[in-house]
Nanobody, 119 residues
Framework: QVQVVESGGGLVQPGGSLRLSCAAS????????VAWFRQAPGKQRELVAR???????NYSDSVKGRFTISGDNTKKTTYLQMNNLKPEDTAVYYC?????????????WGQGTLVTVSS
């Protein structure tokens, strides 16, 4: 049983910054990948950023140069640093963890944290 909890969302002005946190706990042997997704009302959930256990990162074109994903050695704590936020970044942000359990690879989602970018 694994739990994933996001935090750090809130209201911020355009051009401002926020740092989201993702905390994973439970029966995790090794985290392979952590990813941040976001979903705005009426839109599909989209991949924002991801980081592998080897610290390889990937970003969507819309956030490249503005967002940075990072984590500790275990990736049980992962951060999404969001700079120069734009109104179009407004969405519920979800943390996704792909990990090795006791016997096989599994995944888990957080409950989401709302980011609102508005003047």
């Amino acid at each position: 049983q694994v739990q994933v909890v996001e935090s750090g969302g809130g209201l911020v002005q355009p051009g401002g910054s926020l740092r989201l946190s993702c905390a994973a706990s439970g029966s995790i042997i090794r985290i392979n990948t952590v990813a941040w997704f976001r979903q705005a009302p009426g839109k599909q959930r989209e991949l924002v950023a991801r980081i592998s256990s080897g610290d390889t990162t990937n970003y969507s074109d819309s956030v490249k140069g503005r967002f940075t994903i990072s984590g500790d050695n275990t990736k049980k704590t992962t951060y999404l640093q969001m700079n120069n936020l734009k109104p179009e970044d407004t969405a519920v942000y979800y943390c996704y963890v792909y990990y090795n359990g006791d016997a096989r690879a599994l995944d888990a989602w957080g409950q989401g944290t709302l980011v609102t970018v508005s003047s």
